[in-house]
């Protein structure tokens, strides 16, 4: 009888372990993956997330962006694969609906606290994401006094999304003149064309000058 007593004991508690397997919330298990130090393991989590439907995910690929340097490329795209997923899911969307990824990320990029490459990463999402609802949170970054890379991320992304830079996203060159900060050639050129006034300035300084009492003798 004590027999038949633990046996059946160890089966309901084989059963209960299943049970407690299959209850596991797979979310719960990707954020202790996330929170693990092997950098295999995050990764990991990132790709599920990625793949897994779950409004929770944006959530957690956000937190990665912003606070694990090692994923920022990989949650980064994962973002913009969510963000483009929903676009696709919702074509008929009022506008007063938000995409869950821009709106998340409408905080990422105004955040002074956190570093300018994750900025930067979150414009690059917005833009790649092809949504207009993304423009009121780029179009304050492109006067971002605090980076020119979030800057010129934004500029991109505005340009993707079909907004054209105008006076946004500008640079004053050493002499005044402005150009798109993210248009290198015109920099270069137009640097190039400045240090060659200067020179062409300096060799006239250098020249010498002829005065009015001399001019006058040379007439006479």
Known sequence: MSIRWLLTCLALAATAALLTGCALDPIEEQQEKLDSQKLTERRAAVTFLKDY??????????????GDPDLLEEAGNALALKGREWEAEHPNAKKSEQNPVIEQLSQTVGDMHLEAPVRTKACWVLGEIGSRRAVPALVPRVDDASSMMVRAEAVNSLKKLGRRADAMGREMLGDGEFVETYDQKARESRGLAFKEEE???EEKAEEPSTSKDEAADESA
């Open 199 to 201: 020179r062409k300035a």
């Open 53 to 66: 439907e779950d409004d929770r995910t944006v959530e957690l690929l956000v937190e990665t962006l912003e």
